[in-house]
């Protein structure tokens, strides 16, 4: 066995506080008037910015970016606000997507906060409730880390965003939130105080400004973290994307990398996709289905990787990979009725406003991809990713029956999982039905709502269960 304990220790892995996905892929999708209950947003369409309302404006904290606890300023407010413009501009500088941002000014005062440095958590309260009114996008320097400490956040958190408002009639984002904690760039060191080189810094307030745009966490090359063993692989990096829910390796940029993986510009060219995306990326789409193939599975992650070219020292098959979950466009609860009305508390009969009920999603997926051939194989999201670190529509994530595999044209329940054909993807193809039927003993997930076979079998004999009873 080669498998290795994993410590992780805070100095080299930090967690982003991200807000729980509604929904790799789009964070957020719409879903269907369902009774008297209204539709949020569109049907099986990703939550986004308004493309014809670009550019994105946000108001800036007057403040520095970061100071010491003793209040000396380490980053000023305008060598912030310039690295702020550099994050915000590493999206806006994808060639095959459309975005845009501005700097619109100052925080606009609200309630007890009446301008200047934002530090206090009355004020954030305060300016969060004109966040949600929609009135603006406050981008908040957290100077030395106070703030977050007063919201109750454990101080591992380098930042967070938090979406605000919705045009829930078109599935828009309105307005949202970023607040950046300056303690890890004060240039003080201690198991209190942590810092980060300034790239490992603006990636992951970078990554939180994915979230801002509508990205969920991507999984990919996830064995270099369960195998981590100080510093990353490069070309394991290089496919890792920006939008791995957690951040444990070296800085892309101090790899000598791009700072978004080929995932991320992927991602993010399909949700906003200007007239170039069309001639420089496929798609493939498809289906996974349990052993019967028939019952398709929610929740697995499936991964399209480019073929390996022999002929260079780089590992092209760990560098250029795009993700997705299975059934990510469909609600991860779709709700039920026999227990969920007990109160209004818990009351869960139509399960979450967010995500489809088309019943043709259920484990459908489809991922853009530049061109290329393309192997593409399915694995289970990792079982710690729950919550703020959630990847796809289940949370907590199911793990698939059975072992990854990659697909085959001959795909059963019985083929060897190793066993693999490639796809070759040229500009503006579709190429749908890359299905995976997963190998599995069972057909699908709950035996109980099988055609019936298993249920003669005796699980407990009488006198088995009068014992269960009286233990
Ligand atoms: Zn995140």
Same mark, same amino acid.
């Given at each position: ?6 410590? #992780?220790a805070l100095f080299t892995i930090v ?18 008037? =369902? &009774? ?7 049907? &099986? ?16 904290? $007057?403040?520095?970016?970061a100071a010491t606890s003793t209040?000396t300023?380490v980053i ?30 100052? =925080? ?7 301008? &200047? ?12 409730? @004109?966040?949600?009114?929609?009135? +603006? ?6 100077a030395d880390g106070? !703030? ?6 454990p101080p591992e958190v380098i ?7 919705? /045009? ?6 309105? @307005?949202?939130? =970023?607040?950046?904690n300056g303690s890890f760039q004060d240039g003080v060191s201690s198991s209190r105080s942590l810092e980060l080189s300034a790239s490992a810094f603006?990636?992951a ?6 979230? !801002? ?17 100080? %510093?990353? /692989?490069?070309? +394991? ?6 939008? #791995?829910?957690?951040s #444990?390796?070296q800085a ?7 700072? !978004?993986? *080929? ?21 493939? @789409? ?26 260079? %020292? ?12 299975? &059934? ?53 999201? #990792? ?20 072992? $990854?595999?990659?697909?085959?044209? /001959? ?5 060897? *999982?190793?066993?693999? /054909? @490639? =796809? ?22 709950? +035996?109980?709502?099988? %055609? ?5 079998? *005796?699980?407990?004999? *009488? ?9």
């Open positions: 066995m080669r498998r290795r304990l994993v410590f #992780f967690v982003f506080a991200c807000q729980a996905a509604l929904a790799g892929g789009p964070k957020v999708v719409g879903g269907p008037a =369902i &009774g008297t209950r209204a539709a949020f947003g569109l049907d &099986g369409q990703p939550f986004l910015w308004n493309p014809a309302k670009m550019p994105i404006a946000y108001r800036l904290d $007057p403040g520095p970016m209040g300023v000023d407010h305008a060598a912030g606000a310039q690295r702020v413009q550099n994050m915000f501009g590493v999206w806006q500088q994808v060639s095959t997507a459309q975005i845009s941002f501005s700097n619109a000014g100052p =925080i606009l005062p609200a309630g007890s906060y009446t301008g &200047g440095d934002l530090t206090t958590a009355m004020q954030f309260n305060d300016v969060m409730g @004109s966040c949600k009114s929609g009135a +603006q996008s406050p981008v908040i320097f957290d106070k !703030l977050i400490a007063s919201l109750g956040l930042g967070f965003n938090s979406s605000c408002a919705f /045009d829930s009639v078109h599935g828009y984002y309105v @307005s949202s939130a =970023i607040v950046m603006d990636e307030i970078t990554h939180e400004i994915g979230h !801002l745009l509508g990205l969920d966490h991507s999984q990919i090359n996830l064995d270099e973290l369960l195998y981590f063993s100080g %510093s990353c /692989d490069v070309d +394991q990096l290089a496919g890792l994307p920006l939008m #791995f829910p957690i #444990f390796c892309r940029k101090d790899a000598g990398l791009p700072i !978004l993986s *080929p995932d991320d510009v992927s991602w993010i060219s399909r949700l906003y996709p200007n007239t170039t995306t069309v001639s420089e990326f496929g798609t493939i @789409s498809g289906t996974i289905f349990f052993a019967d193939g028939i019952t398709p599975v929610q929740g697995a992650n499936v991964i399209a990787r480019l073929v390996d070219d022999p002929s260079t %020292s780089e590992d092209e098959s760990r560098r250029v990979a795009v993700s997705v979950v299975s &059934g990510y466009l469909f609600t991860g609860n779709p709700g039920q009725s026999l227990t969920a009305s007990l109160g209004t508390t818990e009351n869960n009969t139509n399960g979450s406003q967010a995500g489809s009920r088309t019943s043709s999603l259920i484990g459908y997926y489809e991922i853009a991809v530049p061109p290329g051939t393309y192997t593409v194989e399915v694995e289970s999201i #990792f079982d710690a990713f729950v919550a703020g670190s959630s990847v796809g529509p289940l949370d907590p994530p199911v793990a698939i029956p059975g072992v $990854p595999e990659f697909w085959n044209q /001959d795909e059963s329940a019985f083929d060897y *999982p190793l066993q693999r /054909d @490639s =796809i070759t993807v040229h500009p503006g193809d579709h190429i749908p039905n890359i299905d995976i039927i997963l190998n599995s003993p069972y057909h699908r997930f709950d +035996q109980y709502e099988d %055609s019936g076979q298993l249920r003669d079998v *005796p699980i407990l004999s *009488p006198l088995q269960s009068m014992q269960e009873m009286h233990v």
